[in-house]
């Protein structure tokens, strides 16, 4: 597995899905063990909480790659651009069209529409210099932001709802969307949702014999090492693990691989 990402995929089996609406343990130094963050999540969340958790865990691992995850181009700023590695953008196969095809419109059209607010409000008005500086910062944003393809398997979820998800996949179906990821849209990333459930690897294993080129992820109902050894061992690249994290940081330990 190989991606046109500049990231070491090869050093990266364990991600934490954190959600900036949710507190944060007392002790980030739990994240000492994981390979990767993403901050994301479905409700409460906004710009200004984004921005916080991606600086404090900036501020602890410098090293440690920061995916930032907008479910709206409300949740982006100049400032969370800047402070994350990568912004990695859903686009939910088993959703709504609007969650696969509008939003991502909606949001390359009003970052687009407001180059000033991306390349900030300090630059001289001279003429076309505020829009040509704006073209060069969305060009560079637009580095930055990772597509990736997702299924949702849990229809009782936050993120179905939002997503517009009405029925989960079948395997045969997990695997034809891994194969469009790599083979049509040509996103660097597949990933499998549970949100909360634990799925078992079954739809690991359909998807990750056709991808070589994608990072194959699985999120969902990780809370024990032997689970994140069945999923790794499937054929998934990394585990994700959220909740967890918020609620029993001990526990999170335990999906340490």
């Not at 939003?103 to 040509?132: D, Q, R, Y």
């Not at 932001?145 to 997503?163: C, D, F, M, R, T």
Request: charged share 20%.
């Amino acid at each position: 597995m190989g991606t046109n990402m500049p990231l070491d995929w090869s050093a990266v089996s364990h991600v934490t899905k954190v959600d900036p609406a949710e507190d944060l343990p007392a002790d980030l130094g739990i994240l000492g063990g994981t390979d990767l963050v993403i901050v994301g999540g479905s409700d409460g969340v906004t710009q200004e909480n984004s921005l916080d958790v991606i600086r404090r865990i900036k501020s602890r691992f410098p090293d440690l790659p920061v995916f930032q995850e907008p479910y709206s181009s409300s949740h982006v700023s100049t400032e969370t651009v800047e402070a994350a590695d990568y912004l990695s953008v859903p686009a939910v196969y088993n959703g709504d069209q609007q969650n696969f095809v509008s939003k991502h419109l909606e949001f390359f059209t009003e970052i687009g529409n407001k180059p000033e607010e991306i390349v900030g409000s300090s630059l001289p008005v001279v003429g076309g210099l505020i829009a040509s500086r704006g073209r060069d910062a969305i060009a560079e944003l637009s580095e930055k932001v990772v597509g990736e393809g997702y299924v949702i398997q849990n229809l009782g979820s936050k993120a179905a709802g939002v997503s517009g998800v009405e029925r989960e996949f079948t395997t045969e179906e997990v695997a034809g969307a891994a194969l469009a990821t790599e083979s049509f849209y040509g996103f660097p990333i597949f990933y499998v949702e549970y949100s909360g459930t634990y799925g078992g690897p079954a739809d690991v294993e359909a998807a990750a014999q056709y991808l070589d080129d994608t990072v194959l992820l699985y999120g969902g109902g990780i809370e024990r090492n032997e689970q994140t050894h069945e999923i790794l061992d499937a054929g998934a690249d990394a585990v994700v693990v959220g909740d967890c994290f918020h609620d029993e940081p001990e526990q999170f330990r335990e999906t340490l691989p």
